[in-house]
């Protein structure tokens, strides 16, 4: 375990996250902050994506320092189906003779 001091500094750094879940249409679903360290922010947004796969996830941080907005145009359910398209055109591929 860390020390008092080490705890402190590490609090110090983190980020107050905003985010925002919605359907495909855009309207709102749920929103929650979560306080993160910058080095776990882009971690919470694909875990978020992952959990709520159908919908949108939107992260947002208005950090006087750094601000930002992290979002992605499709869905992680949609993502998941395209990579599953390509491998399989890959595999249908690969298995032609030449």
């Known amino acids: 375990m860390g020390s008092y ?5 590490k609090l110090r750094n983190m980020i107050k996250v ?15 902050a979560l306080n993160l360290e ?6 919470e947004v694909d875990n978020a994506r992952e959990v709520w796969d159908e919908y949108h996830v939107r ?3 208005d950090n006087p320092i ?12 949609q993502e ?6 390509l491998l399989d055109l890959h595999d249908e591929v690969c298995d032609q003779d030449f």
Do not use: H
Request: overall charge positive.
């Open 66 to 77: 750094a601000p930002f907005e992290v979002f992605k145009t499709k869905t992680y359910k």
């Open 80 to 85: 998941m189906m395209e990579r599953q398209w």
């Open 5 to 9: 001091i080490e705890c402190i500094n």
């Open 38 to 43: 910058p080095s776990q922010i882009l971690v």
């Open 59 to 61: 992260a947002k941080s």
């Open 18 to 32: 905003d985010f925002t879940v919605s359907d495909l249409s855009g309207k709102v679903i749920k929103t929650y």
